[in-house]
């Protein structure tokens, strides 16, 4: 039996030639990461490991995101630990306050990531970097403390879905939909510990952009990672963003999956997750009574690119938030910040009456910036609804695309890009 994508990734850096579905391995790592909220508790484990120092100032990253800008006094403190560490390791690939961004955006961005690594990361939508045929998952605190120590980590190699797309999205549908299209329809444990692998002649409508949001909310399938085919897209995207070596590794023929989806993107509509989970999905024009918001946000390292940001804009240019709606707009870091006020997308969102923050995970997990209130709701780019996510238990979260979003910050309820 031939061996999926992310099987052939974990066997080269277990150093065997094949691996299964189940089988417990040991392999090199290329990069370990972690944030604000998770390194602190890594750091803490690593100083009772028997080591002076990481197994390589290049391939560990630590990006205060979560509550930085710092919200409050533990805040603070947290990023001051966190810099110390850097600081005293020379660790490479650290930051922070006028260089940083949201961890999963960042590191693409900066090369850090390419096809064939072996990543972990000390948070759960780690497994973004999917996105360029890498295998990377969400660790705990504890395996990055180690993966930091050593440059190893433990892996019970996983099986897998194969997602077959075809056809390419109509207008005002994107790769969030695609995503919730697939919760919605396997559920929040649909995936669970197995690989997402992305295939079929789809995959080449998809932007990276798209691939980066739907290799990132794998997890919210309980995927243990979502992997995309590396293709001329993937290559010159990497190729403009770094010059880090990078593997192709293509899926055999007679690889084993537990189940095949075919998804034909064309059928795709506009997708709305409801409270309070992922898979609570349904499409917009499904939606039989008005359903008024109190918040938008766009950004996260779901949906905080500039192509996000470019849809938002287009659809809200010239014209005005809808009375007594908060828009929040976060770029997921400071190119993206950049590259969108040289566009005039700032001034846009501006003059339409939204604001616009510095990078920053912020309000997505109930950080701070965009905290809700009891009954509020708000719809939002980022990737969970959990109950209390962003803020009070009382509060709603709704995920929806970049387009869906910025259309319901001008009509002041749930509404698709084509209503406006």
């Known amino acids: 039996m031939g061996m999926t994508m992310s099987q052939k990734i974990l066997a080269a850096h277990a150093g065997v030639s094949s691996v299964k579905a189940g089988d417990l391995i040991m392999a090199d790592l290329d990069m370990v990461l972690a944030n604000d909220i998770t390194a602190p508790v890594a750091i803490n484990v690593f100083k009772n490991i028997k080591t002076d120092t990481v197994f ?23 990023c001051k630990q966190v810099r110390c560490f850097a600081k005293n390791q020379a ?28 990543v972990i990361g000390a948070d759960s939508h780690t497994c973004t970097y999917g996105a360029l045929g890498a295998f990377s998952t969400g660790v705990g605190s504890t395996d990055m403390a180690v993966g930091m120590a050593t440059g190893k980590a433990w892996f019970k190699v996983p099986s897998a879905i194969k997602i077959n797309l075809t056809g390419e999205f109509k ?64 290559i010159s995207y990497m190729k403009a963003h770094g010059d880090k070596p990078y593997t192709v590794y293509d899926a055999d023929d007679d690889a084993d999956y537990v189940r095949v989806l075919d998804i034909d993107l064309s059928e ?11 898979e609570n999905t349904k499409t917009v024009d499904e939606i039989t009574e008005p359903i008024a918001i109190d918040q938008v946000v766009i950004g996260s390292c779901t949906n905080g690119r500039f192509s996000d940001f470019e849809k938002a804009a287009n659809i809200m240019r010239g014209k005005k938030v809808a009375d007594g709606v908060r ?32 990078p920053t995970c912020g309000p997505c997990l109930g950080g701070h910036m965009g905290i809700l209130a009891a009954g509020e709701r708000c719809v939002s780019t980022t990737n969970r609804n ?27 309820r749930i509404a698709s890009a084509d209503e406006v």
Do not use: W
């Open 386 to 412: 959990f109950v209390g996510r962003m803020g009070h238990v009382d509060s709603e979260v709704y995920l929806a695309s970049p387009e869906t979003a910025a259309a319901s910050a001008l009509l002041g």
């Open 91 to 118: 660790v490479e690939n650290y930051f922070e306050i006028g260089e940083m961004g949201v961890e999963h955006a960042l590191l693409p961005e900066k090369g850090l990531v390419v096809a064939g690594d072996l």
């Open 327 to 358: 828009v929040l707009i976060i770029p997921a870091t400071q190119k993206i910040y950049l590259d969108c006020m040289e566009a005039g997308y700032l001034k846009d969102f501006i003059l339409a009456g939204a604001t616009v923050s510095t």
């Open 171 to 234: 207008p005002g549908v994107s790769g969030k939909d695609l995503i919730l299209h697939i919760i919605g329809e396997i559920g929040v444990d649909g995936a669970l510990y197995q690989s997402m692998e992305f295939a079929g002649e789809g995959v080449a409508n998809l932007t990276m952009d798209d691939r980066f949001t739907v290799a990132n909310m794998a997890i919210e399938a309980g995927g243990k990672n979502g992997i995309f085919p590396v293709d001329e897209q993937t």
């Open 268 to 278: 795709l509509k506009p997708t709305v997750a409801f409270p309070h989970l992922p």
């Open 56 to 78: 390589d100032k290049s391939k560990v990253a630590l990006v205060p995101d979560h509550f930085a800008p710092n919200k409050d006094i533990k805040a603070a403190e947290q």
